[in-house]
Each structure stands twice: as structure tokens, then as C-alpha cells.
């Protein structure tokens, strides 16, 4: 790298923690190891309000843009995605109608996490990079503590060599995510042919609705009008979140928010006892708005325990939901590793009367499901991440997080394989026998037979 020309990097910082984050600490890392560049880092989710109202730190900070040679982005991880801070920042770019200020400029991705769903959030910014004109170049991403082993420090190197390599020789990048199509109809929704009645369940549908989609005011209209019983209507803006997650783990000890707001109490006394949540948001860039991803961030101040387990969930979405794949990806998981079942509805249909079918399907489901107690099974999404937070709930992070380690040991989340004594019992007999060529050769020309008899039982008393 020393032989090269010396280029200027913007840092957009995504940390609510400003400098005093562990992404930072990567980033300090790479100036010291490439020290002929000029770097200049933004704090754009720490200093979010300041550069919304502020115009001269708006300009301040595209101007800043427009002098790079690489623009990179470097967040820490927050609920699948980044931080509501952050994806507020995206959200001024395009609303300002700024991108000329990103358009051409190289792009990269750094991110610090425990590897739970850092692939959406390069996913998502890779795409919005696409959607600014940028050539992305591709990710970095660090578990939060590989800074400190050295065969890591050497892959970061190498990693910011080669893109440092591939600026200076500005090599051509090819766009990934094709331009979002907007859902070209306007919902009329026609009569109720039937109006479902909630009995015991207590259903509540959220919104951000704010008068800029209205197919998604009507959609959670009709919705809420197809119901008859307990059923609640709540806009997030109603709420009073006073600000986003600001990743200080304060909450990890007992659960308690530093922030004194009407969310708390929202949380608590509207969601959690609720069977049924309904979800509605439209699209905004690559994900749904910054209000929303406040609601999923400010959720953190309940750890990782699974708030809304045994829960129905409904996601009511205005926009190209079916074009933006780490979205329906990031909910999707999100349902599964709660321990909820996800229903989705947008308004990609050929006409206001198929929208009308499938808001009362969805209405019709949901309450079947409740009533039956229908959770599906587990899949990749919540069976690897329940993995990863049990180990590292168990392990480095169980001190910030003892609330969440009292929760997982009360409710035996820590099942760790070496606890299974049976099985480790029968492997201990097993696989020494299974050396013997003629027992082995026994064994493995049965497996089949072996794998279906302990169904045997089940299917003859069914």
C-alpha cells in the first residue's frame, strides 16, 4: 500500500457512541496500519439531530462526501440492520435528494457484531450504495473482539489493502440491486364480507403511518375495521420515544432503559400482553422507516430474551417489499427467533379487490392461528441464533448481559450438546465398536432401518 497514491477516506460512523465504539477501534487500527492516507470520520449517527436541523452540518457533511475517494461504512450492528440513528441519516440523503453527493464514489462496508444477521446489514447497505451511484467494493465483517487476535489483525490488512488497491486503480464495479418499482396501485378498498371477532385475543395493530403512503393508511384501516372485540390501533409517533438505542448496555443488568419516555410503559403495557400484533410500515429506501427501526432498537432494553414468544404476528407493508429480499429477510428472522408466527401482506397486487382478499385472509389466519396456538417449528434463522446468543450470553457477554443470563438459565436456554448425558453415553459405547470393520460394515448397511425404528412407537399408538 505504501507504494500508492494517497487517497482521501470518509468514515460515515454509524455508532450512536460516537468515537468511543468498538467499530471505531477497527478504523484506528486501519490508520495506523495505513497511515499515508488522509482520513476524516463523521459521526453521522451519533450527531443525527444535529445534521437533520442543522443545515450548515448538513452541507458541512456532503461536502465532505464529495471529496472522498472512498466512502466507507462502518456501524456496529443493531437488530439485523444498523442503527435507527443511521438509517435516519440514509433516509435525509434521498429525501434531500442528495445522492449526486455519493454518485461515482467507491464504497465499503466495515462492520463489528457477534455474527447474528451481519449479512442483511451489508446487504442492505450494499444496496443502498447502488441506490446512491456508488461502486461498492464489498464488506468487512468483524466479530467485535477479532481486533484482539493477531491471524485477525492480518486479514483485516490484507482486506483493506486490496480495497485501498482496487480505489487507486479504479476498477470497474458492477450493480447488484436493480432499481426499486413502486407499486403502481391506489387502494379503494370495497364492503367487509366478514367481520372477525377476536373473542379472548387482544389484537394490536402499530403503525408509522404519516400521511406519505396512503394504500398503507387505508390498508391498516380496513384491517382494523375487519375486526370487532379488543383490538387497538397505535401509531408510533404517539408513543413518545424520545431517541434511539444508544448502545450503552446500561439495560443489561436488570432490563432497565436509561431513557425516562412513553415507550416503557408502551411496550409494556400495550404489546406484551397482546396475542396478536399487527405491523405496518411502508418502504423506505431499503428497509422501512427510521421510526420503525427506533421501535426495534429501543426493544434492546429487554436483551435477547424472546419478548414476543408464542405471539402472531402481522407485517402490513405499502412498497416493493418482493424487490427488497433483506428486508423480508430481516423480519422473517426476527419473528422466528422470537418464537412468533409471521404473516406478510403488501400492496404488489393487480387490483384494490385482491388487496381486499388478502388483508381478510390475513385477518381470518391470524386469529385461527391464535386460537389454536399454532407456532411453526424453528428454522436456520432462530435454531443458529439461539446458538449464538446462548454461547455468548453463557460466555464474554454475560456480564453486561445478567439479566439475560439469569432468563436463559430459569428457562434451560444454556442446552449446551455435553449436557445431553444419554447421548454422550451412547456415543462413548458406540464409537469404539464401530472400529471393528465387520460391526461398522453391520451398522452402516442398516442406517436407514436404524434412523425410522425409533418412529415405530409414535406411528402405531397415532
Not at 412468533?340 to 404488489?348: K, L, R, S
Not at 449446551?416 to 458406540?430: E, G, I, S, V, W
Amino acid at each position: 500500500d505504501r507504494g500508492i497514491k494517497a487517497m482521501k477516506i470518509v468514515v460515515l460512523n454509524g455508532s450512536p457512541k460516537g468515537d468511543t465504539s468498538v467499530t471505531m477501534q477497527y478504523v484506528a487500527y486501519i490508520r495506523k496500519k495505513f497511515p499515508d492516507h488522509r482520513y476524516e470520520i463523521l459521526n453521522v449517527a451519533a450527531d443525527i439531530r444535529k445534521i437533520e436541523k442543522d443545515a450548515a452540518a448538513w452541507n458541512t457533511t456532503l461536502d465532505s462526501v464529495r471529496s472522498a475517494d472512498l466512502v466507507l461504512w462502518a456501524f456496529p450492528l443493531y437488530y439485523l440492520v444498523v442503527c435507527s440513528q443511521y438509517k435516519r441519516f440514509i433516509e435525509l440523503v434521498f429525501e434531500r435528494k442528495a445522492q449526486d453527493a455519493f454518485a461515482g464514489t467507491y464504497a465499503s462496508s466495515l462492520s463489528t457484531s457477534i455474527h447474528f444477521f451481519d449479512q442483511t446489514a451489508h446487504a442492505y447497505i450494499h444496496a443502498i450504495s447502488d441506490d446512491l451511484g456508488m461502486k461498492y467494493l464489498g464488506f468487512y465483517s468483524a466479530e467485535m473482539r477479532d481486533l484482539l487476535q493477531d491471524e485477525e489483525r492480518k486479514r483485516l490488512e490484507k482486506f483493506v489493502s486490496l480495497l485501498f488497491t482496487a480505489v487507486q486503480e479504479k476498477v470497474p464495479v458492477q450493480r447488484e440491486n436493480a432499481p426499486l418499482v413502486w407499486p403502481a396501485i391506489t387502494y379503494i378498498p370495497g364492503p367487509h364480507q366478514k367481520i372477525q371477532e377476536t373473542g379472548s385475543k387482544k389484537v394490536v395493530i402499530l403503525t408509522d403511518s404519516d400521511g406519505s403512503s396512503p394504500n398503507l393508511f387505508v390498508m391498516t384501516d380496513r384491517l382494523y375495521k375487519t375486526f370487532s372485540g379488543s383490538v387497538e390501533m397505535i401509531n408510533l409517533h404517539d408513543i413518545n420515544m424520545k431517541g434511539g438505542c444508544l448502545g450503552c448496555c446500561q439495560c443489561g443488568y436488570d432490563n432497565t432503559c436509561v431513557y425516562t419516555d412513553g415507550y416503557i410503559d408502551f411496550f409494556r403495557n400495550k404489546l406484551l400482553p397482546a396475542d396478536i400484533i399487527i405491523m405496518a410500515g411502508s418502504v423506505h429506501d431499503r428497509y422501512l422507516s427510521s421510526t420503525w427501526k427506533q421501535f426495534f432498537d429501543r426493544s434492546f432494553f429487554r436483551g435477547h430474551i424472546p419478548n414476543f414468544k408464542g405471539k402472531q404476528i402481522g407485517f402490513v407493508i405499502a412498497g416493493p417489499l418482493h424487490q427488497v429480499p433483506v428486508l423480508k429477510e430481516a423480519l422473517t428472522a426476527w419473528a422466528d427467533n422470537g418464537g412468533c408466527n409471521a404473516q406478510f401482506v403488501t400492496d404488489e397486487v393487480s387490483g384494490s379487490g385482491e388487496l381486499d382478499l388478502l388483508l381478510d385472509a390475513m385477518a381470518t389466519r391470524i386469529l385461527q392461528c391464535a386460537e389454536s396456538g399454532y407456532i411453526p417449528p424453528h428454522t436456520f434463522y432462530a435454531v443458529g441464533g439461539h446458538k449464538i446468543f446462548r454461547d455468548n450470553i453463557y460466555g464474554g457477554m454475560r456480564i453486561a448481559f445478567q439479566a439475560d443470563y439469569r432468563y436463559y438459565k430459569e428457562h434451560g436456554m444454556f442446552d449446551f450438546p455435553q449436557a445431553d448425558l444419554k447421548t454422550r453415553l451412547f456415543n462413548a459405547l458406540l464409537i469404539p465398536l464401530l472400529r471393528i470393520p465387520g460391526f461398522r460394515k453391520k451398522v452402516f448397511a442398516d442406517m436407514k432401518y436404524h434412523m425410522v425404528q425409533p418412529f415405530e412407537s409414535v406411528l402405531k399408538s397415532a
